[in-house]
Nanobody, 128 residues
Framework: QVQLVESGGGLVQAGDSLRLSCVASGDTICISAMGWYRQAPGKERELVASITRGGRNNYADSVKGRFTISRDNAKNTLYLQMNSLKPEDTAVYYC??????????????????????WGQGTQVTVSS
């Protein structure tokens, strides 16, 4: 299992910046990709940004040029740098880890189905 803990959310004004952090623990060696999702009131959860083991990044069109996803493998930490925040960025942000394998005696064993692990979420509120 992978445990994820997010932090860094808060209340800011439009145009401000925030950096979210996600500390991963548990079976982290077999993670295939990690990402940030968000869910605004009355809306479906959406993928904001993701990063693969090879370092390839992907962003939702709504955040391209403003958000940057990165990781620090030594600290088992995922980051989301959010610049030029807009009121429409207001949402609960969730850290996600996608695992195609599970750990058994330090060996990655294939899963029949990919497993997603989620953090508890951190609230980001952007006022106008």
């Amino acid at each position: 299992q992978v445990q994820l803990v997010e932090s860094g959310g808060g209340l800011v004004q439009a145009g401000d910046s925030l950096r979210l952090s996600c500390v991963a623990s548990g079976d982290t060696i077999c993670i295939s990709a990690m990402g940030w999702y968000r869910q605004a009131p009355g809306k479906e959860r959406e993928l904001v940004a993701s990063i693969t083991r090879g370092g390839r990044n992907n962003y939702a069109d709504s955040v391209k040029g403003r958000f940057t996803i990165s990781r620090d493998n030594a600290k088992n930490t995922l980051y989301l740098q959010m610049n030029s925040l807009k009121p429409e960025d207001t949402a609960v942000y969730y850290c996600n880890a996608l695992s195609n394998f599970q750990t058994r005696d330090f060996v990655c064993i294939p899963l029949e189905r990919p497993k997603s692990s989620w953090g508890q979420g951190t609230q980001v509120t952007v006022s106008s």
